[in-house]
Nanobody
Framework: QLQLVESGGGSVQPGGSLTLSCAAS????????IGWFRQAPGKGREWVSY????????DYADSVKGRFTISKDNDGNTVYLQMNRLKPEDTAVYYC??????????????????WGQGTQVTVSS
C-alpha cells in the first residue's frame, strides 16, 4: 500500500522560503499524480499544486503561482514543493496526496486516494 510522508515544514518570516518533501513508499509513483493541499485553522482544505504521474504536467493555485514550484525527484518517488516569497496567508498544515491516474490530476481532495500526515508551515514576523 502506498504511504506518503511529508517533511520540511517550519516557521519562517514573511518573504522567506521553505521546501516541503513528500516521500512515497510501498508503491511506485509512476502511476500516481501527486497533489499538495493545505488547511488553515478554521478553513477547508485548499488545493495548492499538482504534478502528473509522468512528472510533465504541473499546475498551481492562483494564490501561489509564481512563488511555489512543484517537482519530482529522478527516482520518481519523492515530490517537492519549493515555496518562495512566503506570506502570512500561506500559514497552514500542508498535505501531499496521491491520485491513481494517467490523466490530468484533479483539483478536488475527494479524488485523492492516499494522504500524508501533514506538515505545519507558519509564516510570521
Amino acid at each position: 500500500q502506498l504511504q506518503l510522508v511529508e517533511s520540511g515544514g517550519g516557521s519562517v518570516q514573511p518573504g522567506g522560503s521553505l521546501t516541503l518533501s513528500c516521500a512515497a513508499s510501498g508503491v511506485s509513483l509512476d502511476y500516481y499524480a501527486i497533489g499538495w493541499f493545505r488547511q488553515a485553522p478554521g478553513k477547508g482544505r485548499e488545493w495548492v499544486s499538482y504534478i502528473s504521474s509522468s512528472g510533465v504536467g504541473t499546475d498551481y493555485a492562483d494564490s501561489v503561482k509564481g512563488r511555489f514550484t512543484i517537482s519530482k525527484d529522478n527516482d520518481g518517488n519523492t515530490v517537492y514543493l519549493q515555496m518562495n516569497r512566503l506570506k502570512p496567508e500561506d500559514t497552514a498544515v500542508y498535505y501531499c496526496a496521491a491520485q491513481l491516474t494517467y490523466y490530468t490530476p484533479s483539483l478536488s481532495a475527494s479524488q485523492y486516494d492516499y494522504w500524508g500526515q501533514g506538515t505545519q508551515v507558519t509564516v510570521s514576523s
